[in-house]
């Protein structure tokens, strides 16, 4: 490439890689990716596919195929914390390659290579690799369309059509049509912006569009199945606002409409009070530690298209730009929103911050290049100090692995910083900055964050002391989605009529129940047991008490498994 040492790329490529296993090792995260993960366990017992069903009730939220991809790994190897996160990773590795691929095409190998780099050591990559949900398939899934697509515009090679649609219809049943719209925009840009409007009538689109209607069949048809032909079903919608029963309810519609475009139209049932600049505060930590080049970036490649417009010169490759800005317009606008929602778009974001990097280290004046320096120099300070509160103030007592891992690659990035190769201060320093930051993340801070969220010790324990699954209920509580995954099994709620059928026959069970509502046990039983108490901490919703040792103590509430008898 002509931009780093062997030496350089071997360690960015095996740190970073080494870092995301180290995820599988981290437990699964309350609420949205236990959910996942429970439900896909239950479609490995169960077998049924296209009509989607958890905890025994009709699921209409998410496409399937993250469940589809999940419960083959679990039927092979059981459930455990890398079976739900394998499929995540793997696509993760597509999108690196895809958007090195993308950047090559539009620009040149150097930005393609550099593009790649800044994605694949974004805080937000680290993030959905071990936190698993939807956007990590998704986001490989969109980019790998995206470059097929502009692989085929180039070089008109139907193979490269059929592999770009592909790609979207994996998308779309990874999250709906937003897999689609994305590449509309960011083509529709590209088209405008050369002015290849003849390429919007392209009758090759067709051979996509049916590419699309045939992979997308299956979801199409349970969905029919399960839902459009039985108006009568009651379905239950969980909001922040609370649960909402309807009946005639169309799953078509929902995916290919209600569940996307819903939440800009009011359609949705899910919204909530966030700002229309809430995506821009998710930029700045998700994108680290490129954040503030990538605003950088994207504010200056704006301004250049707006005076290209007007002056009539030759304007930039659209694209990327378009395929950004304009469904962040979008999210922004939605009545709901959560930081996951703009992952999709990090590749994107990639490809025009690693330009402009480029084009700053080698074209721009010296003091272009000394504001890079100093903006980056303050973000990998910035880390520094968070890792260092980590491992000397929340948590300490880490493990030797952890700080030689933590001191060596920052070590080397601090020594990138003042090296005399720009590329080296900009781009290796902060890569290994935070992939040095995340190794203390996915090591010390996260195992040591679910010792607070106890699901997988229960499961241990009631394995463990041979309690009878089928005699085990969820009462109110926290985190019973991670136990049924861990336990293997699917457990009845103590509200529902199967406690008192087995409580009845049997005269004992045991209940799993948080300390607000114990008093729940005490008005239904003879006789109880606290069998085990485990520490408890809603540990997505960290606050300043809780990392705090002095006040964590204050901050933990009580889960109980609590045995009853008459």
């Given at each position: 490439?002509?931009?780093?040492?062997?030496?350089?790329?071997?360690?960015?490529?095996?740190?970073?890689?080494?870092?995301?296993?180290?995820?599988?090792?981290?437990?699964?995260?309350?609420?949205?990716?236990?959910?996942?993960?429970?439900?896909?366990?239950?479609?490995?017992?169960?077998?049924?596919?296209?009509?989607?069903?958890?905890?025994?009730?009709?699921?209409?939220?998410?496409?399937?195929?993250?469940?589809?991809?999940?419960?083959?790994?679990?039927?092979?190897?059981?459930?455990?914390?890398w079976t739900y996160k394998i499929s995540?990773?793997?696509?993760?590795?597509?999108?690196?390659?895809?958007?090195?691929?993308?950047?090559?095409?539009?620009?040149?190998?150097?930005?393609?290579?550099?593009?790649?780099?800044?994605?694949?050591?974004?805080?937000?990559?680290?993030?959905?690799?071990?936190?698993?949900?939807?956007?990590?398939?998704?986001?490989?899934?969109?980019?790998?369309?995206?470059?097929?697509?502009?692989?085929?515009?180039?070089?008109?090679?139907?193979?490269?059509?059929?592999?770009?649609?592909?790609?979207?219809?994996?998308?779309?049943?990874?999250?709906?049509?937003?897999?689609?719209?994305?590449?509309?925009?960011?083509?529709?840009?590209?088209?405008?912006?050369?002015?290849?409007?003849?390429?919007?009538?392209?009758?090759?689109?067709?051979?996509?569009?049916?590419?699309?209607?045939?992979?997308?069949?299956?979801?199409?048809?349970?969905?029919?199945?399960?839902?459009?032909?039985?108006?009568?079903?009651?379905?239950?919608?969980?909001?922040?606002?609370?649960?909402?029963?309807?009946?005639?309810?169309?799953?078509?519609?929902?995916?290919?409409?209600?569940?996307?475009?819903?939440?800009?139209?009011?359609?949705?049932?899910?919204?909530?009070?966030?700002?229309?600049?809430?995506?821009?505060?998710?930029?700045?930590?998700?994108?680290?530690?490129?954040?503030?080049?990538?605003?950088?970036?994207?504010?200056?490649?704006?301004?250049?298209?707006?005076?290209?417009?007007?002056?009539?010169?030759?304007?930039?490759?659209?694209?990327?730009?378009?395929?950004?800005?304009?469904?962040?317009?979008?999210?922004?606008?939605?009545?709901?929103?959560?930081?996951?929602?703009?992952?999709?778009?990090?590749?994107?974001?990639?490809?025009?911050?690693?330009?402009?990097?480029?084009?700053?280290?080698?074209?721009?004046?010296?003091?272009?290049?000394?504001?890079?320096?100093?903006?980056?120099?303050?973000?990998?300070?910035?880390?520094?100090?968070?890792?260092?509160?980590?491992?000397?103030?929340?948590?300490?007592?880490?493990?030797?692995?952890?700080?030689?891992?933590?001191?060596?690659l920052m070590g080397v990035a601090v020594?990138?910083?003042?090296?005399?190769?720009?590329?080296?201060?900009?781009?290796?320093?902060?890569?290994?900055?935070?992939?040095?930051?995340?190794?203390?993340?996915n090591m010390h801070f996260y195992p040591?964050?679910?010792?607070?969220?106890?699901?997988?010790?229960?499961?241990?324990?009631?394995?463990?002391?041979?309690?009878?699954?089928?005699?085990?209920?969820?009462?109110?509580?926290?985190?019973?989605?991670?136990?049924?995954?861990?336990?293997?099994?699917?457990?009845?709620?103590?509200?529902?009529?199967?406690?008192?059928?087995?409580?009845?026959?049997?005269?004992?069970?045991?209940?799993?129940?948080?300390?607000?509502?114990?008093?729940?046990?005490?008005?239904?039983?003879?006789?109880?047991?606290?069998?085990?108490?485990?520490?408890?901490?809603?540990?997505?919703?960290?606050?300043?008490?809780?990392?705090?040792?002095?006040?964590?103590?204050?901050?933990?509430?009580?889960?109980?498994?609590?045995?009853?008898?008459?």
């Amino acid at each position: 490439m002509g931009l780093f040492k062997r030496w350089a790329f071997n360690l960015l490529f095996f740190s970073a890689v080494a870092v995301y296993m180290a995820g599988f090792a981290v437990d699964i995260m309350e609420i949205d990716a236990a959910q996942y993960a429970s439900l896909s366990r239950e479609m490995a017992e169960t077998g049924d596919y296209l009509q989607i069903h958890h905890r025994g009730k009709e699921y209409l939220d998410k496409p399937p195929l993250l469940f589809w991809v999940t419960s083959f790994w679990i039927e092979l190897f059981g459930p455990n914390n890398w079976t739900y996160k394998i499929s995540s990773f793997l696509f993760s590795i597509i999108g690196v390659v895809s958007t090195y691929k993308l950047g090559h095409l539009l620009y040149n190998k150097r930005i393609g290579f550099v593009a790649a780099i800044m994605l694949a050591s974004s805080q937000a990559y680290f993030l959905f690799n071990h936190d698993v949900r939807t956007d990590t398939i998704l986001t490989g899934a969109v980019i790998f369309g995206v470059w097929q697509i502009m692989a085929y515009v180039f070089y008109r090679e139907r193979w490269h059509l059929i592999g770009g649609f592909i790609g979207i219809a994996l998308g779309m049943m990874a999250k709906g049509p937003i897999a689609l719209m994305i590449p509309m925009l960011a083509f529709g840009s590209y088209f405008i912006g050369r002015k290849r409007y003849k390429d919007f009538l392209r009758k090759d689109w067709l051979l996509g569009i049916g590419i699309l209607a045939i992979m997308l069949a299956p979801m199409t048809y349970g969905l029919y199945r399960q839902f459009d032909a039985h108006p009568e079903k009651e379905i239950t919608f969980l909001s922040d606002a609370g649960n909402t029963v309807k009946t005639d309810v169309s799953g078509v519609k929902f995916f290919y409409w209600t569940q996307s475009f819903g939440r800009i139209t009011g359609e949705n049932v899910w919204k909530d009070g966030s700002p229309p600049t809430f995506f821009i505060d998710t930029f700045l930590w998700a994108f680290l530690p490129w954040s503030l080049l990538g605003i950088w970036a994207i504010l200056w490649r704006s301004g250049n298209t707006i005076i290209d417009i007007f002056k009539g010169r030759k304007k930039q490759e659209w694209l990327t730009l378009g395929g950004f800005i304009l469904p962040f317009i979008a999210f922004s606008t939605s009545s709901y929103k959560l930081p996951h929602y703009i992952f999709v778009l990090f590749p994107f974001a990639s490809i025009i911050t690693a330009e402009f990097v480029l084009r700053v280290l080698f074209e721009k004046p010296k003091w272009w290049r000394y504001i890079m320096l100093g903006l980056q120099s303050l973000i990998i300070i910035s880390l520094v100090f968070v890792c260092l509160y980590i491992l000397i103030v929340a948590f300490p007592d880490a493990p030797i692995l952890v700080w030689l891992g933590f001191l060596g690659l920052m070590g080397v990035a601090v020594i990138c910083l003042f090296s005399k190769s720009s590329i080296n201060q900009i781009v290796l320093s902060s890569a290994l900055a935070i992939i040095a930051g995340n190794w203390v993340m996915n090591m010390h801070f996260y195992p040591e964050l679910f010792e607070y969220q106890p699901s997988k010790k229960v499961a241990q324990y009631i394995e463990e002391n041979h309690i009878p699954k089928k005699q085990v209920f969820i009462g109110p509580s926290f985190g019973f989605y991670s136990l049924e995954y861990y336990a293997d099994h699917t457990f009845y709620d103590a509200f529902g009529p199967e406690f008192k059928t087995v409580f009845g026959n049997k005269n004992e069970a045991w209940i799993y129940v948080n300390e607000q509502n114990f008093h729940w046990i005490e008005a239904r039983a003879d006789f109880y047991q606290i069998v085990a108490s485990f520490p408890s901490f809603h540990i997505s919703m960290i606050n300043r008490e809780f990392l705090d040792p002095k006040t964590r103590e204050s901050q933990l509430k009580q889960q109980y498994l609590v045995k009853i008898w008459r």
